[in-house]
């Protein structure tokens, strides 16, 4: 069984436009209204590919039951925790040309109590349930404390060191995390985080970012996979590292897709396949995402075409 925790869960909405004109009237041709939230897209992705998950995290207001009411229509299990506000909406725009447009809200705001209910859910999960893979997933909210997620993972290391960590996050909470004592099993940074995340230039150059992962931020990591969306993925595996490549296929929406990659890695991951089936998982279950317009959903015909297309060449 897999557990997702999604500490800022959002609605998203899409807008498909001909053109963006900024400051003036623009129509939209497509709307769409979906639950969105790095957790909750993997959850639903290793769901659909067979894996029985649960979803926690916290839900607020209006856009809470929203998500609540939703997820009645989705396979994974939701068990969440109810705060004071309002979950934040996320929008994106996308034109004729495939340019997208993003507008976060700010992340929704909790307090301490909130925080120490949530490790007693996620204990209360573990000790009850057969959980084989943990992911921690999304932004983290200016005020909680700057080692939450590391206090997730020690609780989890804690109960059963068995059980299999991804860490889906950036910035200053992943970076807190690679310098603490508790590594997870993955991270899965794309291109521009690892980037920011080293103070290095942006590249897709393979050998390029074979050279970022030997930095010594990442000496006690054994697994990463940088996406790259359309261009693969490099990946390293103990002390080696692979570019990943595979066939092209005709792209409608990418959003989601990092967070569908994490959920076909919990899947491979859940039913104990090795390394390159759970990176081919992960690859395709990503692509397989942008296939779609709906955010955090693939369809497992799309995944096994595309697995069948993932190549590995060694760096």
């Excluded at 393979?206 to 000496?219: A, G, H, V």
């Excluded at 490549?245 to 396949?273: C, H, Q, R």
């Amino acid at each position: 069984m897999i557990l997702t925790i999604t500490i800022n869960p959002s609605v998203d909405r899409l807008y498909s436009v001909k053109h963006l004109h900024v400051g003036t009237l623009n129509r939209v041709h497509l709307v769409k209204k979906m639950v969105g939230g790095k957790g909750i897209n993997a959850a639903r992705v290793a769901s659909e590919l067979g894996s029985k998950a649960i979803a926690t995290g916290f839900l607020a207001g209006q856009n809470g039951e929203y998500i609540l009411n939703e997820a009645k229509n989705d396979k994974y299990i939701s068990d969440f925790i109810q705060i004071a506000g309002e979950t934040r909406n996320c929008y994106t725009i996308i034109q004729n040309d495939k340019l997208k447009t993003e507008i976060n809200e700010s992340n929704t705001q909790m307090n301490l109590s909130d925080l120490d209910r949530l490790l007693d859910k996620i204990r209360l999960i573990i000790n009850s349930q057969k959980i084989n893979v943990v992911s921690i997933n999304g932004s983290f909210p200016n005020n909680l404390p700057v080692k939450f997620y590391s206090s997730i993972m020690e609780i989890i290391r804690a109960i059963n060191p068995s059980i299999k960590i991804i860490l889906d996050t950036s910035g200053t909470a992943l970076k807190d995390v690679l310098r603490g004592s508790k590594q997870p099993d993955y991270i899965k940074p794309n291109e521009i985080e690892l980037a920011e995340l080293l103070n290095q230039k942006v590249t897709t150059n393979p050998k390029r970012l074979k050279e970022y992962l030997e930095d010594t931020l990442f000496n006690s990591l054994d697994n990463i996979i940088v996406s790259l969306g359309g261009d693969g993925a490099v990946t390293k595996h103990h002390n080696n590292y692979y570019y990943i490549n595979f066939a092209k296929v005709p792209v409608i929406n990418t959003e989601g897709s990092g967070d569908s990659l994490v959920g076909g890695l919990l899947y491979a991951l859940d039913k104990n396949f090795d390394y390159p089936d759970i990176i081919k998982y992960a690859i395709a279950a990503g692509t397989a995402n942008a296939m779609e317009t709906k955010t955090g959903f693939i369809k497992q015909n799309n995944v096994m075409k595309v697995m069948k297309t993932v190549t590995f060449k060694k760096l």
